[in-house]
C-alpha cells in the first residue's frame, strides 16, 4: 500500500477485517507500506499493522511477493504509479479520482485495458458502491423495480470548509488534487449516478465556485481536520460546484457538490425516479435505503424506510443481526471483499478504470462548462 | 374574486377565516363571485360563501361596492383582468405566475406602480411566503444569524403526473398555462430564493424535459385530480425543470420543479447555506423550520428541529397552542391579513408586481436557456 | 355553543368551515354562544360568528330554533349542562373528557342512551378521530392489515409546564379540571387506542407525579400561554402520568402523558404492533401514518411513510391536492361533518358517552392504582 | 475468550481492532479461545484470529501466559466462570446480562470485590455505552445540561421475533437465558437509564409477555437468525416486558422491551427530559443525539440534532472525519480501550459488577412484580 493518511488507515483496516469476517478466496497478506518519510512511514506500519516499510514506490514493483498495489496517495501521483504498477504484473486498487486530469485517466485506462489481456486487474475505489443500501439501491433499479430511470437528483454536502479559518491542506491545492469539492466528493456522486442507473452522464451545464481564496496554513492534520498556524495560502480549487445534464438514456440529473454547508457532515444524497417508483440514499443515515413503490395500493403507498440489516441485503449477512448498523468503513472492507473475488474469478473488478474514466470525463466537462460564459442566460434582474 | 377552482376555493376560506382569527384593520365582505358559466358560478358563490354572483368581470369593476379584485383564473387571463382593475381603482391580488409571458408581467407592472401612485395597492400570491416556518427563516437570515449568503439548494418536487395515464388539464396546455412544473411550482421556489435571501436570480442555466408528450383527455376534475377520457391529446408544457444561477450578490443557487417525483407529494424545499449557519424547509414537515447556528458550541451544534408553533413565531400567536400546527390554507390567511393591514396602513404590499416580475423575468431566462444549444457540454461517453 | 376559549374557537371555525368544504345533509346556523361575562360574551360571539349571546346556559335549553348544544367549558360543568340539555331534547356534543369524575360520566351516559331511544344524539370531542392518518390507522387494523393486535405504545407528550414559571390555570386546578396531563391529555391516547384496535382497556398500573407544585397565577391567558403575576398558587393536578394494562383481548399497552417534555410540543404518539404489521402515528408529523406490511419481500420491507393526503384517504378529497397538508383544526370540522351525517341518518355519532365513559373508567383507574402501594416492587438499589 | 457466537464474534473485532486505532497503554493479544467442541472451536479460532484453542475454560485459569477472561457465553455459565477467574487473579469482561439469577449476580459482586482489593479488575459488557451519542449524552446531563432528571423514557424494540415460525434458540429458554426480551435488551436500556442520570431504579411495577408459546425448533443459526426444522419446543421466556419505575432521585421511569415490534429492528431509544432541557436517542440513528436545550431563544430552540462524529466527540477523534458515521461493533472497541485504560491506571473499570447488580435487582424486580396480581387494577371495561 502506498500512503498511509486518511485512506491508508482505512484501506489498511479493510485488508485486515474482510478475511475475519468474509470467506475469502485469496487470503490478503499486508506486506508493505510506502511512504516518504521513513520513520513517520514505520510507525504507520506499527499502528496500521503492515509488516514491512520502503521509501521508494518502484522497489515494491520489483518483489515478487506483492501481487498487488493499493494506491491511496493524492491524485496527482496516481497516474504514475498505476501505470508502472500494472506494467509490472501488479494487480491496481487505486483511490479515487483515478487522476487529476482526463489526460492522465486516458493514460491509466489504456494501461489497464491492457494489463487485462495478461490477466492483471485493476479498480478505482468508490468505495460508497459497496454501502449495502447503495448496492441495495443499484439491484432495484436494474431489477425493474422503479420501471425505467426519469430524473435523478445527487447532492454531496459537507461543512469542514464552511469556517474561513479552516487551514489548507493539499486537497485545496490544485496542482495536488486536481480540483477540490468537484474531484473529492463530486466525484463520488457522478460515480453513484452511473452506478446506480447503469447510464453515463453524456453532457453537463456547470459552476464552480470559491468562497474563501485564502487561507491559514496548516502545520499538523489529524483526518480532514489541521491546525492552523499564522502563515496564509491561497486556495486554488473549487469549493463548490452545481451542475445538470442528462444520461445516455436522455433522463436528467442534477448534481451539487459542496464543503460549506453548514451542518451537513457528510450528506451524500441521491434519488432516482423512474417511471414505476423511486429509491432515495442519505449517507448520513447510511444504513436506510428509501423505496417508493407506485405499485403499491393508493391508500399505503408512501416511501418504505428500509433498515438494509437484513441477511437478504447486499453484504449485511457476513456482519450483524438486523438493525445492528455498519459504519463508514465497512463499504472498504466489502471492497477488498469484491477486488479479491474478481481476481480470484479471473474476471474484471469494478469499477474498472473505464467506468473511473467516465467520471472522469465528467468532472473535465464541469470544469470546461464552468469555464464557459455562454452558459449562462441573464435574467435582468 | 375571479374564478372558482382550486385556488378560488382557498382564497374564499382565507376571506372568510381571517378576520375571525386575526384583529383586521379593514373587514372584508365576500360580495361577487365571477365565472362564465352562470349556473355553476351560483352554485360554486353558494359553497363558497359569496353574496353575488356575475359573469363578465369587467361589470365587477364599475361596481362601487367593489374595493378589491382577486384574480384566481388561469395565467392567460391575468394581465388583461389585472390592468382593467387597477384602471379602474380596484385594489389587486392576483395568483401565481402573474402572468404567461415577460411582456405580459411587464405591463402588469407598469400599471401597478402607476396606480400606487393613485393608492391602489396589487400584490401577486406566492402565498408559500406566509408559512410561518418561511416567514420565520425570511427573519433569521435578514437579522443575520446565518451569516452572509453562500449557497441555496432549491426543489419542488410532486408526483401528480408520473402515472402516465393521468388526464390533461389546462395545467398541461401552454396557451393556458404559460409553462408546466416551472411556472407552477417553479414559481414558488424562485420567489422563495429571492424573499428569503432578499436577492434576486441574476441569471440561469436551464434544463426543460417532457417525459410524457400525450394523455388522456380529462372528462372532469377535482382539485387536481381528473377522470381520464379515451380521447388523447398532446402535454405542451414541461413536465421537469432544473436551473442553477447566481444570487445578484454572487452566491450559487440550484433549483428542480417537477410533477414526475414519485413519493414526493409537495416536496418544497429549500436550503440556504450561509458563512455563519443554515436554514432549511421543506413543505412536506411545513411547520418545521431547521436552523443550523454555527456560533454553537461544537459538541452540541446540530440543525434545530423547530416547530414554527410558538407565540413568539410569525402569524402563529392568532392560531393555537405550541405543537398544534397548521395545514396549507393558513398561508392564504395570512396573505389576506397582510393584504388588508398594507391597505389600510397605505402602504405597497409584497410580494408587489415588481417582486413577481423578477420571478417571471427568471422563468422566462429559463426558457431561454433550456433552448439554447449552447448550455451543454459534451462529456464524450 | 357554552363556552368561548381556546375550545370554543377550535369548535366555532368548525361549524363555520364544514358547509364550505363538506357536502352536508343538514345546514348548521351558529346562533348562541353562551357564557357568564355579557361583554365577553359579545364579544366573542363577533369575533368567532355567533348570532346571539346568551349568558344563562338553561334559557337556551328551552328555545325551540337551537337543536343542537355545544359544551366546551372546563369538565366540572359538563355534566350538569348535558344531562339538561338532552333532557330538553337537543343533540349534544360535549367536549372530552367527558366528566371529572367516574360517577358523573357514568350519569351522562345513563342519559345518553335514554336521549338515544328519543332520537336525541350525542357525542364527545375527542377530535384526535378524526386526523386522517388516525382514521387511516383504524380502518387498516379493522380490515387485518396488521394482523392480531398484539402491543400497543402511545405517549402524548407537551412542555408548556415545563418551565416552573409557567402560570396557573383552570388546567392545573382539580376542582376544574378533575385531572391534569392524566384527563387533559392522557384521555386522547386511552381514546386512540380503543378507537384504533377496538378494544378497551380492561385494567392498568399507574403512577402520576407533579414536578412543579407551586405556580404564579395568571393574569391572562391567551390559548395555553398566560401572563404570570406575582402570587403564587398551589398545582392540584398530576403534571405527568404513566401507565401500562391490558386491552380486552389481553395485548399490553403503555402510556405516557406528560406536559413537562421539553422540545416535545403535541407529540401525541401511537404505535399499534400486530401479528402482521405495524401502524405508527405522531402528530407532529400530522398528516403522515406509518406503516409496516409483514408481508412484504425481506428485501424491501420497512415503515411506509404513507402522505395521508391522497384522494382515497378519509376525509381528505374534500381538501386540497395531495401533499397540501391539513392542520390542527380539521380535526374538529370533520367531527362536525360525522356528527351531523350521524344525526341526519338518525344513527349513533361515534364516539358515544359509552366509548367516553370507557376512557373515562380508564382515567379513574389509573388514579386508584397511582394512590394503591402495592402498586410498587422495591429493587433493593 | 470463552465462547465465539455472536457476541464472540464482536469482541474479537474489537480486541483486533481497538490498538489500530487508539493509543492503548496495554497491547492485547488474542491467545486462547475457548470452546465445547474442538473442531468448531478451531475453525473459530482461525476465523476470529486467536491463536490457541481450548475446550476446558478452567484449564485457561491456570496460564500464566493469560491476564484477562473475556466471557461470551450464555448467562447460565458466567457466575460460575467469572467467580473462579477471579479468584485465579484474571482481570474479567463478562457479557450482559451478568447473570441469570439474582443470588449469582451477588455472589460475583462480592467476588469482583474482594479481587479489586487485589488489583484484579472486573467489569461487564454493556456496550451501548461506548456508542459515541450515548457517552455525549451522559457527559452533558452529568454537566447539567439538561437541569435536574425529571423523566425518562425507555423502549428497546426489535422484531426478530415477530413471525411465530422464526425458530427456538438458547434465547428463547430459560434455563440458558435468563429471561427473554427482559435480561436480553430489556438490561441494556435499564443499565442506559443509570448511566445517563447516575441514578440506579429504586422501585417498579411490571407486565411480562409470551406472544408464541411454541416455536419450531431451530437446526442451524447464524446470527440471530436460525433455519427452522419440523419439531416444535415450548418457549419458556418473555416475548416483551414494561415496566414503569423511579429511580434513586424520584423521577418517574418508564420501559419498554420486545422483540415483537415489527419494523423495528434494533430501536434501543432514551430520552431523558430535566427541568432545563432533554436528551434523545434511538441506535436505528446511532450516530445521532438529540439535545433540546431551554435556554435557547425562544424563537430558535428545538431538538438540536447533533452528528456525534466530530472530533470533540468521545472516542470519535480516533475514527474518521466528521459524517462519517460509526457502527454497532465500534462500541466494542471502545469497550476495550476504556477496559485496558482503567487497568494500566489501577481502577476500576465501568460498569463494574456493582453496577451490573443494580441492573439484576431491576430484572428481579421486574419479574417479582409482573407476577404479582397486586399489580392490577380493573377498569371495568
Request: include cysteine; charge should be negative.
Amino acid at each position: 500500500m502506498i500512503g498511509y493518511a486518511f485512506m491508508g488507515r482505512a484501506h489498511s483496516h479493510a485488508w485486515r477485517t474482510a478475511p475475519r469476517f468474509f470467506g475469502l478466496p485469496l487470503a490478503p497478506e499486508m506486506s508493505v507500506l510506502v511512504g516518504r518519510t521513513p520513520d513517520a512511514t514505520a510507525e504507520a506500519a506499527r499502528t496500521l499493522g503492515w509488516a514491512e516499510v520502503e521509501t521508494d514506490w518502484r522497489a515494491v514493483l520489483e518483489r515478487d511477493d506483492v501481487d498487488l498495489v493499493d494506491i491511496c496517495t493524492p491524485g496527482d501521483t496516481h497516474a504514475e504509479m498505476a501505470v508502472a504498477a500494472l506494467a509490472a504484473g501488479k494487480h491496481v486498487l487505486v483511490e479515487k479520482p483515478m487522476a487529476n486530469t482526463l489526460e492522465e485517466a486516458t493514460t491509466m485506462t489504456v494501461a489497464a485495458r491492457e494489463a487485462a489481456g495478461r490477466g492483471v486487474r485493476s479498480m478505482v475505489g468508490f468505495s460508497y458502491r459497496r454501502v449495502p443500501a447503495v448496492a441495495l439501491a443499484r439491484q432495484l433499479v436494474a431489477e425493474g423495480r422503479i420501471g425505467e430511470v426519469r430524473q435523478v437528483r445527487a447532492q454531496y454536502l459537507q461543512d469542514w470548509l464552511a469556517d474561513a479559518e479552516a487551514p489548507l491542506s493539499w486537497r485545496l491545492d490544485k496542482d495536488r488534487a486536481g480540483s477540490g469539492a468537484l474531484g473529492d466528493i463530486g466525484a463520488h456522486i457522478v460515480d453513484l449516478a452511473h452506478f446506480i442507473t447503469g447510464q453515463p452522464l453524456a453532457g453537463v451545464s456547470a459552476m464552480l465556485d470559491t468562497f474563501v481564496t485564502e487561507r491559514p496554513v496548516a502545520q499538523s492534520f489529524s483526518g480532514l481536520q489541521g491546525t492552523a498556524g499564522t502563515e496564509r495560502g491561497p486556495v486554488t480549487v473549487d469549493d463548490a460546484a452545481i451542475w445538470f445534464g442528462r444520461l445516455a438514456g436522455g433522463a436528467p440529473a442534477v448534481f451539487e457538490a459542496t464543503r460549506f454547508a453548514w451542518g451537513r457532515k457528510n450528506a451524500m444524497r441521491i434519488e432516482v425516479s423512474g417511471s414505476a417508483g423511486a429509491v432515495a440514499f442519505d449517507f448520513e443515515d447510511m444504513n436506510v435505503l428509501h423505496l417508493y413503490d407506485a405499485a403499491d395500493d393508493a391508500r399505503t403507498a408512501g416511501f418504505r424506510r428500509i433498515d438494509v440489516t437484513e441477511p437478504d441485503h447486499p453484504y449485511t449477512a457476513a456482519w450483524w443481526p438486523p438493525g445492528h448498523g455498519l459504519g463508514y468503513e465497512h463499504a472498504f472492507t466489502h471492497q477488498v471483499v469484491d477486488l479479491l473475488e474478481a481476481i480470484a474469478a479471473e474476471r474484471q473488478p469494478e469499477p474498472s478504470f473505464d467506468d473511473a474514466l467516465a467520471v472522469q470525463r465528467v468532472l473535465d466537462a464541469v470544469e470546461r462548462s464552468s469555464a464557459a460564459s455562454s452558459v449562462y442566460t441573464e435574467t435582468g434582474n
